[in-house]
């Protein structure tokens, strides 16, 4: 895909973007994963904002529309965000 190189934080190997095990020490590269607390959290955002919707307008189909949008919308943000985020498991 490119030339990029990710350095392993264990036994600090460089190796090339999109193996999905160290040369070095054989600890699990994962590409592009979102922490769990991350989306935990965005989930909570989008049912504030849904609340808050709700409590602006009184509809109830208004608010379960605003949640989906907003989960959608930051599901979207969140891949972007972690798109290129390298995790080294060991
Ligand atoms: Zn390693």
């Known amino acids: 895909?490119?030339?990029?190189?990710?350095?392993?934080?264990f036994c600090f190997t460089q190796s090339?973007?999109?193996v999905r095990i160290c040369k070095g020490c054989h600890a699990k590269v994962a590409y592009g994963e979102?922490?769990?607390s991350v989306a935990f959290l965005f989930q909570f955002?989008?049912?504030?904002?849904a609340w808050?919707?709700?409590s602006?307008?009184?509809s109830?189909?208004?608010?379960v529309i605003t949640f989906f949008a907003s989960v959608i919308i930051l599901l979207c943000i969140i891949k972007k965000?972690?798109?290129?985020?390298?995790?080294?498991?060991?």
Do not use: E, W
């Open 1 to 9: 895909m490119s030339n990029q190189t990710v350095q392993c934080p």
């Open 16 to 18: 090339p973007h999109g």
């Open 34 to 36: 979102s922490p769990l």
């Open 45 to 49: 955002v989008a049912l504030a904002l």
């Open 52 to 54: 808050l919707v709700f």
């Open 56 to 58: 602006l307008t009184g």
């Open 60 to 63: 109830t189909p208004t608010s």
């Open 81 to 90: 965000k972690y798109a290129d985020r390298v995790v080294f498991i060991r």
